[in-house]
């Protein structure tokens, strides 16, 4: 079911004195155990005042609000009732985080803070990073402030507590985003209002209040399986499912019966042709010069032309006519006819020649012919 109504559009502030009409946008909120779709979605309008879209999956429903005003008043609703449910921050809410080389392990924090203070840089949050496997802090301090025009000097900075250093953007992780909360994937925890799962019992609390002794082994809530909910290889990992199988389109059902397309030769027809010699019967015959095959059919044609018999006696003969004489070419050329049309082309060949223009040579063959109509 997709309930769906007119899109709100907001104005963007722009320039002194102009405004643009591009939309801003605002992320999905889902919203887990729906028992009154219908209902819910025309309360939220109704607080809202915005005409809102949704869809539903299974028993969740995904609102789109179209404007930031609606996703914080949804928002606020969903943590004042309770409700379970997820969905991501706004883009001018979104923290630019980065990461410091080179600095001591030992450095405090508040003392990377205050001298980046003296670069016009806010931070908001500085901490050291450790190691996964063995615990040990590393020469990595995370960075996280919010995005500003002054903030992202922060990249440009090459020294800190007489120290060199490298500052580059956090690197994203490897697979999927997962929730540290409901261990869920494609959403952070900051975020989320699910029931809280453990990532190392599957229990139902939060990762830090966990009792589980070390020595226990783990158990995932999401497969149930003796590892942590966040190994990449957990069969419920989205990385790790089956990649659905495309369709046949060359499997055709007509009342009930399964007719599918015979699969294509392994070979080519026309590559085997190539390939295999000719037979002798579809040789091409060889080229004979035009001069020599005259002579051939000649010396044929005189070979078996037959002999002429004689009539019979009591046979009329019937009088032979005199061959005409073929006019001699040369002669009709000198004919006074010729000669003068001959002269004619001449003329329009100097006319071409001799004027540039279309409307000139046209007025130069009337002339032309009006004086010979005259004469």
Same mark, same amino acid.
């Given at each position: ?9 907001? /104005? ?30 025309? $309360? ?14 299974? /028993? ?18 969903? &943590? ?26 030992? /450095? ?10 003296? $670069?016009?840089?806010? +931070? ?11 615990? *040990?802090?590393?020469?990595? !301090? ?14 440009? %900075?090459?020294?800190?507590? &007489? ?16 929730? !540290? ?75 009930? /019966? ?7 030769? *392994? ?32 010396? $044929?044609?005189?070979? +078996? ?63 032309? %012919? ?6």
């Amino acid at each position: 079911m997709d309930v769906s109504g007119p899109s709100q559009q907001q /104005t963007r502030p722009g320039p002194v004195g102009v405004e643009t009409d591009s939309k801003r946008y605002a992320p999905p909120i889902t919203i887990d155990n729906v028992k009154n779709q219908a209902a819910l979605l025309k $309360h939220l309008q109704d607080i809202t005042k915005v005409q809102l879209q949704a869809q539903l999956i299974g /028993t969740r429903m995904k609102i789109f609000p179209q404007t930031p005003y609606a996703y914080h008043i949804i928002r606020r609703y969903i &943590n004042d009732n309770n409700l379970e449910g997820h969905t991501f921050s706004l883009p001018e809410d979104k923290k630019l985080r980065a990461v410091i080389r080179g600095l001591p392990t030992d /450095t405090d924090p508040s003392e990377i803070i205050a001298e980046l203070k003296a $670069h016009n840089i806010c +931070v908001e949050e500085c901490h050291n990073m450790t190691n996964r496997k063995t615990g *040990a802090p590393m020469p990595l !301090f995370i960075i996280i402030c919010r995005k500003s025009i002054n903030n992202r000097g922060l990249f440009k %900075i090459k020294e800190l507590n &007489n120290m060199k250093i490298v500052v580059e953007i956090l690197r994203k992780k490897y697979g999927p985003p997962q929730c !540290f909360r409901c261990q869920g994937f494609f959403h952070s925890s900051k975020y989320c209002t699910r029931a809280p799962r453990c990532v190392k019992c599957a229990g139902d609390h939060l990762t830090k209040a966990c009792t589980k002794d070390i020595k226990d082994p783990a158990k995932c809530c999401l497969c149930e399986g003796d590892h942590p909910a966040s190994y990449l290889q957990c069969p419920k990992n989205p990385n790790n499912m089956p990649k659905k199988e495309k369709k046949n389109n060359n499997i055709k059902q007509v009342d009930g /019966t399964v007719f599918a397309s015979p699969p294509p030769p *392994a070979s080519n027809a026309w590559d085997s042709r190539s390939t295999t010699p000719a037979n002798n019967n579809n040789q091409k015959p060889t080229l004979i010069p035009r001069q020599i095959a005259l002579a051939q059919a000649k010396a $044929h044609n005189q070979a +078996v032309q037959p002999v002429p018999i004689s009539p019979p006696s009591q046979s009329p003969q019937l009088p032979t006519s005199p061959i005409p004489d073929i006019p001699n070419i040369f002669d009709q050329l000198r004919d006074p006819e010729v000669i003068d049309l001959f002269n004619s082309l001449q003329t329009f060949i100097h006319i071409a020649k001799t004027h540039k223009t279309r409307s000139a040579r046209l007025s130069a063959l009337y002339h032309y %012919i009006y004086n010979d109509s005259v004469q």
